[in-house]
C-alpha cells in the first residue's frame, strides 16, 4: 500500500492504488481452455467479446465459429447461467474476472444484421436499377445503329 503525506498537518493519508489493467479470463463454449485477454477497468461486456473474438480467431482456435460478430454472443458467469450479461455493463463491476462465452440464440443479432445491409441495400439499390437502365440504353442504341 502506498501512503501519501498531507503537507499542512504532517499526516500519513493511506492512498489506495487505483487498477489500470484487469486479467479476466474467458472460456468459449466448445473450446479448450480459457482465453486470456488484459482489459481496461473501464471496458464494457462487447469491450470484452470483441477483444475475445480477435484472440479466438488470431490463435486459430478450435472450433470454428460460424459468426465472429460481438451481437452473436452472449457473456456469461458460468455455462450453466441462462442469463448473459448486459453488453453496456463495465467489466470491473461484475465482480469475477472468470466468464464463460457462447452463442445467443442469434435471432435478434442476426435480425440487426441483416437489418442493417438491407438498409444499405436500399440504398444501392436506385444505382444498380440506373445502371441496368444505362445498359439496356446502350445495347437498344448499338443494335438499333446496326441494324440501320
Do not use: W
Not at 465482480?95 to 442476426?110: I, M, T, V, Y
Amino acid at each position: 500500500m502506498t501512503h501519501q503525506v498531507s503537507r499542512n498537518d504532517h499526516q500519513v493519508v493511506p492512498q489506495t492504488p487505483q487498477m489500470t489493467k484487469l486479467l479476466v479470463s474467458v472460456t468459449v463454449r466448445g473450446s479448450v481452455g480459457p482465453i486470456q485477454v488484459i482489459v481496461s477497468p473501464d471496458d464494457t461486456v462487447h469491450d470484452l467479446i470483441k477483444d475475445v473474438l480477435k484472440v479466438y480467431v488470431k490463435e486459430k482456435r478450435r472450433p470454428l465459429l460460424s459468426e465472429i460478430h460481438p451481437s452473436c454472443f452472449g457473456l456469461h458467469y458460468s455455462p450453466f447461467s441462462l442469463q448473459s450479461l448486459k453488453l453496456d455493463e463495465k467489466v470491473i463491476n461484475l465482480g469475477s474476472r472468470k466468464f464463460f462465452l457462447c452463442p445467443e440464440q442469434a435471432d435478434h443479432a442476426r435480425t440487426i444484421i441483416l437489418d442493417q445491409s438491407k438498409q444499405n441495400e436500399r440504398f444501392s439499390f436506385p444505382l444498380a436499377k440506373f445502371l441496368d437502365f444505362l445498359r439496356s440504353l446502350y445495347n437498344f442504341l448499338m443494335h438499333r445503329s446496326t441494324s440501320h
